[in-house]
């Protein structure tokens, strides 16, 4: 957690019209949501807001505005979102005169993850360079971390940010003039055995309450509304196991076949694979919602009257009630305070009522840490242990947010397969920590793994073995291999191909983890786990450029691969063995925590052991890779190059900032996740 630079204090005469602009860059939706909330909130401090992503503001028309509201997320290792690269692209460009935007007044937030190294780093990027093009921040910058819990700089930063619009934007004599934010007063109550009793308050400081936004009717609209390009349709031909049927971890190995697409790729691109809701989940929230009987008419989304939000993206495809919930909200998402607000309102027992305003309230931030988040409670959840919460179908719609993609490192080059995307990936039997009170299976890696046990149906599994999909699966297969909007029935409307199993996918913009330009520059791979899954694409293509083009000088590679146990996860080792026969693959290092009669080794141990070669690779104008998992691998390699950088004779500072540098020239590269 930051508060960043101290605000201006002196303030400009008030901007006549009381317009800011709100400005957000968001690849999952979080940074949107809460700048779309500010948008909301702005009405009731008098204040009027515009609203754009930061890709559709360029720095010359940044210049024509006065006050700004910057709200910008973290991707990957450090990486700014999609929707902001151009922006990015723009402000880092030496051109851009020092005085382009004097005159702005601007604040941020910053949305981010401790668990990676790369802390916000695209907004404190902006937040550094807006000063330097001439602009003045009226308000202290903040940057949230989710890690342990946006909620915690996001609120008071909310709250405090109103101020200091006001005395801007209409004058010192009316910062303190605008509405305060909601109170009740709390009755306190015995609750139930499942619900903690709310504790004696004279008055709650509540979030804002959720204006209406949809009207949800179950009839097919008088005019279909034009459909919308969803994502290319790929079609799984053939998938493998990687792992011992008694390893601790089930890999997949997945081919997809995007033929008539207009899909490309290079090795170490990712794929966003969209999946779909567990049946079962779907059908709770129905029933608890009210909606079941209902869940498979036609359902035709509009906004209210005077609505001053447009209607999220993700519920204007049209379909059903089921399909809605199945395919495009993320019914697991974890509540939000304003959420419980909501829910608050709809609640027919009072001491319900007055527990959920307590933990949506700023006095009930610590019961709400320990019994919302830390227990990782759904909506659903929320419905089952609130039975008085009677809340309408458009509500829920209006709270859920989109299910996103899964992303998924691609394994394989377009040299060996044009046509041919391949990917691997761990299927996760519980994605919450061991200390939360429920088990979760993950989403997509389940999803995915029911999909291959239809590819497979009756016929044998065998470690390693290529199982091929058949040239046409039964109808309902396609269904649950639902996409979005008219992809959801997509065989029956005639959407996909005829037979197959599709699955939509999409290639992640704005990547950069690909092979060095020059074939001649050394390559260093960290790959442990399924981290090792790009590397394989790395290579397959450095193999193909090879035979070639044999009289050009490809530079030597090396690949550290780690995982729990050589006998039983030794992923693609067949195909290792083979580019290290063939020279394509110059030396390969391997270590295994988990073998009995071994001691533990990981692949930080492997380069620290090879320490002296390691440097004089990058001396060489060697490139370095790594892939994997942010929270414990990335951590322990990027200490591993340190002390490497020490034991060569730098003292700490230089050992960092020479890994910096190798960062800023794209020389240390990383893909990783949490």
């Not at 097919?220 to 349709?233: E, H, I, Q, V, Y």
Request: glycine share 8%; proline share 8%; with cysteine.
């Amino acid at each position: 957690i930051f508060i960043g630079g101290s605000p201006t204090t002196a303030m400009p005469p008030p901007h006549k019209d009381e317009q800011f602009l709100l400005l957000y860059g968001s690849q999952t939706g979080q940074a949107q949501a809460i700048a779309e909330d500010l948008l909301q909130d702005s009405v009731a401090h008098g204040l009027k807001g515009r609203l754009l992503c930061l890709d559709k503001m360029p720095i010359e028309s940044l210049a024509q505005e006065r006050v700004v509201v910057v709200l910008c997320s973290t991707t990957g290792d450090g990486e700014p979102p999609e929707n902001a690269l151009k922006f990015m692209r723009a402000l880092r460009k030496k051109t851009v005169p020092l005085d382009q935007l004097t005159g702005l007044q601007y604040t941020l937030l910053g949305l981010g993850d401790t668990n990676y190294s790369n802390f916000c780093r695209p907004s404190k990027y902006i937040d550094s360079r807006l000063p330097e093009l001439g602009a003045t921040r009226f308000y202290n910058s903040a940057f949230a971390d989710d890690a342990v819990g946006l909620e915690i700089v996001v609120e008071p930063w909310r709250e405090g940010l109103w101020p200091r619009l006001r005395e801007l934007l209409q004058g010192p004599a009316t910062a303190g003039s605008a509405s305060a934010p909601a109170s009740v007063a709390a009755v306190p109550t015995a609750g139930d055995a499942a619900i903690t009793a709310t504790p004696a308050t004279p008055a709650l400081n509540l979030p804002p309450l959720l204006e209406p936004l949809l009207v949800c009717t179950h009839e097919a609209p008088a005019t279909a509304a034009p459909s919308k390009p969803g994502p290319p349709l790929a079609r799984l031909s053939a998938y493998r196991v990687l792992t011992a049927p008694d390893a601790v971890r089930r890999t997949l190995h997945i081919e997809l076949d995007v033929a008539g697409t207009d899909l490309t790729f290079e090795p170490g691109d990712a794929i966003s694979v969209f999946c779909s809701n567990p049946p079962a989940e779907v059908d709770e929230l129905l029933k608890l919602l009210g909606a079941f009987d209902l869940a498979d008419s036609p359902l035709t989304i509009t906004a209210v009257a005077d609505a001053k939000r447009a209607i999220p993206d993700h519920l204007t495809h049209g379909g059903t009630v089921r399909e809605v919930l199945s395919t495009r909200c993320d019914i697991r998402a974890p509540p939000e305070k304003k959420w419980l607000r909501l829910l608050a309102e709809h609640a027919g027992a009072a001491e319900e009522k007055q527990r959920l305003l307590f933990l949506s309230s700023r006095q009930g931030k610590d019961d709400f840490t320990v019994e919302i988040r830390q227990k990782y409670i759904s909506l659903t959840d929320l419905l089952r242990l609130y039975s008085s919460v009677k809340l309408p179908l458009a509500r829920a719609l209006e709270i859920l947010p989109p299910l996103l993609p899964r992303l998924y490192s691609i394994c394989s080059s377009p040299l060996a397969g044009p046509t041919r995307i391949q990917f691997a990936c761990n299927v996760v039997e519980n994605c919450l920590p061991d200390s939360a009170p429920k088990k979760l299976p993950g989403l997509c890696t389940s999803w995915l793994d029911a999909l291959c046990a239809r590819v497979r149906g009756d016929a044998p599994e065998q470690r390693n073995a290529w199982i091929a999909a058949p040239p046409a699966v039964e109808e309902h297969a396609v269904e649950y291999a639902a996409g979005l909007g008219a992809l959801t029935l997509g065989h029956k409307l005639g959407s996909a191909p005829a037979g197959g199993l599709y699955i939509p996918i999409q290639r992640r913009l704005g990547n950069t983890f690909h092979l060095p330009a020059d074939p001649a520059a050394p390559v260093v791979m960290v790959g442990p786990g399924t981290g090792i899954a790009p590397f394989v694409g790395f290579l397959q293509h450095r193999r193909a450029m090879r035979a070639a083009n044999p009289d050009v000088k490809h530079g030597d590679m090396w690949l550290f691969f780690g995982n729990r146990s050589q006998g039983k996860d030794f992923l693609f080792e067949s195909e290792l063995n083979e580019f290290i026969e063939d020279g394509t693959l110059s030396r390969l290092l391997t270590a295994f925590s988990r073998d009995a009669g071994a001691p533990a080794r990981y692949v930080q141990d492997c380069m620290k052991g090879v320490s002296g070669e390691l440097m004089r690779i990058m001396e060489a104008g060697g490139v370095f890779y790594m892939c994997g998992n942010a929270v414990q691998m990335a951590a322990s390699v990027d200490s591993a190059w340190l002390d490497i950088l020490k034991e060569a004779g730098l003292p700490a500072d230089a050992a960092l900032a020479r890994k910096q540098q190798w960062y800023e020239e794209q020389r240390y590269r990383k893909d990783v996740w949490g």
